[in-house]
């Protein structure tokens, strides 16, 4: 296959662009919202990923075509990437996008055209959603899952690297899937229909959700202790040859915040509620406001009060480490719906999110140093490995005593933070 169409250029469908791009397939990328056709057009990323923007300027007008419809020319397959949100009220996963996108192929797209799902979705939906819109137009679809499964500030390196799972509608399909995958990547890993295509995602998502809130449950409960969670968990893990626990930490982002949900709903509607998948998504989105609570609750055991404080917080994005400006599921925002409420004056910085973004949350945007002068308090949010390269003493003289720095992922040097008189605090610890 050498000619594509991609529907959807959030961070799934431009990354997946640039990587077909760089193998040689002419690819067309599609999606409704101007904006982000007139920055991609333009070459210049809509978000940050690394070798995005060389990829843009390598291809664009070349092997890369960006649009706000699909293509006349025809193309050997069209391979959807929308956005598959769950409703934050119910927690149900909303289809729109996929239906509208599975509808607009149809009605651009010959029939001939193999249609790859790659949107996270309800075990299912490719057969009940997308199938449909095809056959209403088409007759018959060849029609094929196959999903993402990439982390994000790798994304590129790991297109090329890691297994892709197809499933089919027929053998055909994923045939064809499996060939056009096998430009991008030494292994494919054929299996027996869409729905256990489908499966694999959730299942892989809500596993990685499920270790990392096992990490924040020993950090709940090292803190009622008053024990280290960090020291358990590092000696439990020293050649130990069974699977080594998680770091305490936050876990959001596009996939990890919703996912669960998706799996959730799916299981439920086939008659079997999950025991695990929603309690540790539940003790996931708990730990930002545990981590706000003890933070005010540190400030005003510090300083006496709360209200008047002037605070810091470092990092908006959902995750420091591999560096992103995605803010989807990050902890930032249920912090900051607690600490809006206390009376505090909120400066923020982050290395990749932008000021405007800041600005907008009604967080003073600042430079470091400017951030740290002055303030009673600093939360460290995310691991951006920049944090830890900081001058960290003369940061620290700049703040008025007494102080409190709450370090979530401790990227900060404890020791330099307590010699400096700071009372010093981090997850499950401090």
């Not at 077909?20 to 990323?45: I, Q, S």
């Not at 729905?195 to 709940?220: M, Q, R, W």
């Not at 902890?331 to 405007?356: K, Q, S």
């Amino acid at each position: 296959m050498s000619r594509v169409l991609v529907v959807g250029l959030g961070y799934v469908g431009i990354t997946l662009t640039v990587a077909l791009a760089r193998k040689g397939v002419t690819v067309y990328g599609y999606d409704k919202n101007p904006d982000t056709v007139a920055t991609l057009a333009a070459g210049r990323p809509h978000l940050f990923e690394p070798g995005i923007a060389e990829g843009l300027r390598a291809f664009l007008g070349g092997t890369i075509h960006i649009a706000d419809r699909p293509p006349s020319e025809t193309v050997d397959a069209a391979i959807i990437c929308v956005s598959t949100p769950v409703v934050a009220a119910t927690h149900m996963p909303d289809l729109d996008n996929l239906r509208a996108a599975a509808r607009a192929v149809a009605a651009e797209c010959a029939p001939t055209t193999l249609v790859i799902v790659r949107s996270t979705v309800p075990v299912g939906a490719s057969r009940q959603i997308v199938l449909p819109e095809l056959a209403a137009r088409w007759g018959c679809a060849r029609l094929a899952f196959c999903p993402e499964r990439t982390i994000q500030g790798q994304a590129l390196r790991e297109l090329e690297q890691l297994p892709q799972v197809v499933g089919g509608l027929d053998v055909e399909s994923r045939e064809r899937a499996s060939a056009l995958f096998a430009r991008l990547t030494t292994r494919v890993i054929p299996v027996s229909s869409l729905e256990a295509a489908e499966a694999v995602k959730l299942v892989n998502n809500c596993h990685t959700d499920l270790i990392y809130s096992f990490g924040n449950e020993v950090a709940l409960f090292a803190e009622r202790l008053a024990l280290d969670p960090l020291e358990l968990i590092r000696a439990a893990n020293v050649d130990y040859p069974r699977p080594d626990l998680a770091r305490p930490g936050f876990v959001g982002g596009g996939c990890l915040s919703k996912d669960p949900y998706i799996l959730i709903a799916s299981s439920i509607a086939a008659g079997y509620e999950p025991w695990l998948v929603a309690r540790a998504r539940g003790l996931n989105e708990y730990l930002p406001l545990h981590v706000a609570r003890r933070f005010v609750e540190l400030i005003r055991e510090t300083r006496g009060a709360v209200a008047g404080g002037r605070v810091l917080l470092l990092g908006f994005a959902y995750k420091g480490w591999p560096p992103t400006d995605d803010m989807r599921g990050a902890a930032v925002l249920p912090i900051l719906d607690v600490l809006r409420t206390e009376g505090l004056a909120l400066h923020g910085h982050d290395f990749l999110v932008a000021p405007e973004t800041i600005a907008r949350l009604g967080v003073t945007p600042v430079a470091l140093d400017e951030g740290f002068a002055g303030a009673d308090a600093v939360l460290v949010i995310t691991d951006h490995p920049e944090y830890g390269k900081q001058d960290l003493p003369k940061l620290l003289a700049s703040l008025r005593r007494p102080a409190v720095l709450y370090d979530c992922w401790r990227a900060l040097d404890e020791e330099t933070v307590r010699a400096g008189g700071i009372r010093y605090a981090s997850i499950g610890y401090g």
